[in-house]
C-alpha cells in the first residue's frame, strides 16, 4: 500500500505549501495562482515578497505550460506520461523555494544546460543587460516567450538557478528547477 | 475612430485605447499564456490611429505584474507608439507606473526606457 504518511511527512518536513502532479493546462495555471495568491495574502506577506513569489511562480508555471517537449494532441499512455509535471512551493523560515520538474528530451538537455550555466554565472548587471538583448531581437519564438523566462527568474528571485537533469531512457530526461526567493 | 476598450481579467490587464482623447492605458496584469493573442486588437488599433493620431498621445501604463510572454508584446506596443511620435504628427509621452517598494517594476521601466526612443516619465505610486 502507498505510504501516504511518508508522503505528508515529507512535505510536511519541507513546508510545502501546495503541490501538483499531472498535466499543466491554463486553467489549472489560473487556479494555482489564485490559490497561492490567497495564500500570501494571509500569511501577510510583505508585498515586495508577494509579488517577487507570484512573478517567479507565473514564470516557473508557464515555462512547464509552454515547454512540454509532447505533442499535446498525442493521447497515447507514453505520450500522457512524458507530458505530466510537478511543481511545489514551500516555504521555510523566511525563504520561499518555488521547484518544478518535466519531461525533455535528451537532445534539448545540453542547450537548456548551457542556457542556465550562462545565466549563473551572470551578475545582476549583465543579466539586466542580456535581458534587454533578447527583449528587443525580433527573434522570437511562436510560445511568445522567447527565452526571457530563465533570465527574468534569475533576476528577480537574485539567486542561482538550481537544477538537474536525470536520464529516464533513451529519449527523455527528467529536468528539475528549483528556485528560492527570500 | 472607435475607443477600444477591453475588461480585465485575472491574468490579462484593463485597456482602454481612446482616440478622441489621445490617452492610451493598459492597467492591472499581463500574464497570459498567449499575449501575442491578447495584445493583437492593441496593435492593430495603433496602427489605424498612427493614420491619425491626436497632437498630443498620453500613455498610461499600469501593471501589477506581467510575464514575460506579455513583455515582448509591450515592446511592440512600445515600438508602435515610437514610430507615431518619429511620425511627428502626435507628441506621445509614456508615463510607466510603479508601486514605491516594487523595484522589479522600476528596472522593467529603465528596461524600456533604454530600448525605445520616445518620452518616458517614470510614475511613483503611493500604495
Known amino acids: 500500500m502507498l505510504d501516504i504518511y511518508e508522503f505528508y511527512d515529507k512535505m510536511e518536513r519541507n513546508k510545502i505549501m501546495l503541490s501538483f502532479k499531472g498535466d499543466i493546462t491554463s486553467e489549472l495555471l489560473t487556479s494555482i495562482l489564485q490559490i497561492m495568491e490567497s495564500k500570501l495574502d494571509n500569511l501577510q506577506e510583505e508585498p515586495k515578497i508577494k509579488k517577487k513569489v507570484y512573478n517567479v511562480l507565473v514564470e516557473c508555471l ?19 506520461k512524458f507530458r505530466s509535471a510537478i511543481f511545489m512551493i514551500g516555504k521555510i523560515g523566511s525563504e520561499y523555494n518555488i521547484i518544478t520538474g518535466n519531461y525533455i528530451l535528451n537532445k534539448n538537455v545540453n542547450p ?22 533578447i527583449l528587443n531581437n525580433d ?20 539567486q542561482k538557478l538550481n537544477f538537474n537533469f536525470i536520464e529516464v531512457d533513451n529519449q527523455y530526461s527528467f529536468f528539475s528547477l528549483s528556485i528560492k526567493i527570500s | 475612430m472607435e475607443t477600444l476598450l ?10 482602454k485605447f481612446d482616440a478622441e482623447q489621445g490617452i492610451i492605458e493598459i492597467k492591472g496584469r499581463s500574464i497570459p499564456e498567449n499575449s501575442i493573442e491578447f495584445y493583437k486588437p492593441l496593435i492593430d488599433w495603433l496602427e489605424k490611429y498612427s ?3 491626436k497632437a498630443d498621445t498620453v500613455v498610461n501604463i499600469q501593471l ?11 515592446l511592440d506596443v512600445f515600438k508602435k507608439l515610437e514610430a507615431i511620435n ?5 507628441s506621445v509621452v509614456i508615463n510607466w507606473h510603479y508601486e514605491e517598494d516594487d523595484e522589479d517594476m522600476s528596472e522593467a521601466g529603465e528596461d524600456y526606457q533604454a530600448i525605445i526612443n520616445v518620452p518616458f516619465k517614470m510614475v511613483m505610486v503611493q500604495e
Open chain 1, 112 to 133: 537548456l544546460r548551457d542556457k542556465l550555466n550562462r545565466i549563473n554565472v551572470m551578475s545582476k548587471d549583465e543579466l539586466k543587460e542580456y535581458y534587454k538583448e
Open chain 2, 64 to 74: 501589477e505584474y506581467f510575464n514575460t510572454s506579455s513583455s515582448k508584446c509591450i
Open chain 1, 139 to 158: 527573434e522570437f519564438s511562436d510560445k511568445g516567450g522567447g527565452g526571457l523566462g530563465m533570465i527574468d527568474i534569475a533576476r528577480k528571485s537574485g
Open chain 2, 86 to 90: 518619429k511620425g511627428g504628427q502626435s
Open chain 1, 62 to 80: 508557464q515555462n512547464l505550460y509552454h515547454h512540454l517537449d509532447v505533442d499535446a494532441s498525442d493521447n497515447s499512455d507514453s505520450a500522457k
Open chain 2, 51 to 53: 493614420g491619425k493620431p
Open chain 2, 6 to 15: 477591453i475588461e480585465g481579467s485575472a491574468k490579462t490587464p484593463t485597456i
